[in-house]
């Protein structure tokens, strides 16, 4: 007897980032690791449905500068928790990944219905994520 299995298993590429990047559509299903001693801007492309990736800080940053991921235009919708609190963010164009206030391992999650992006994650420490 012969079974079938629907799912689709996938593997995330992962993808350090030491430097600004502008990410394009085909960089969907990745996983971007900031390791940098000092941040710098991530540019997220056009939105386009089903576009995702997530971002994780994968190193803490001894330059006093932050990382920053930028949409391109005010679409940037959701939030994250950070330090147990949830932070809204709505109708966003920047997400910073303060300095300071990282923690190896905090994440954020970033997709779109190719209308907006949708923003979720988790930061440990107070003022881990901040949106404007």
């Known amino acids: 007897m012969s079974t079938s ?7 995330s590429k992962f993808v350090d980032v030491t430097a600004a990047k502008v990410l394009t559509l085909a960089d969907s299903g ?9 941040g710098a801007a991530i540019t997220l492309p056009a939105v386009a ?3 995702k990736i997530k971002v994780i800080t994968g190193q803490l940053f001894s330059d006093a500068v932050s990382w920053t991921i930028v949409c ?6 959701g939030g994250a928790i950070v330090n147990s609190t949830f932070v809204a963010a709505s109708d966003e164009t ?3 990944v303060a300095h300071g206030a990282e923690s190896i391992g905090d994440y ?18 107070a003022g881990a994520y901040t949106f404007a």
């Open 94 to 96: 920047t997400i910073t």
């Open 49 to 51: 449905e089903g576009f």
């Open 108 to 125: 954020l999650e970033i997709e779109s219905d190719g209308a907006s992006y949708f923003i979720s994650g988790v930061g440990a420490a």
């Open 72 to 77: 391109p235009s005010a679409i940037g919708q």
């Open 30 to 38: 990745n996983t971007f690791v900031l390791k940098a001693a000092g």
């Open 5 to 11: 299995n629907d799912l689709v298993r996938e593997r």
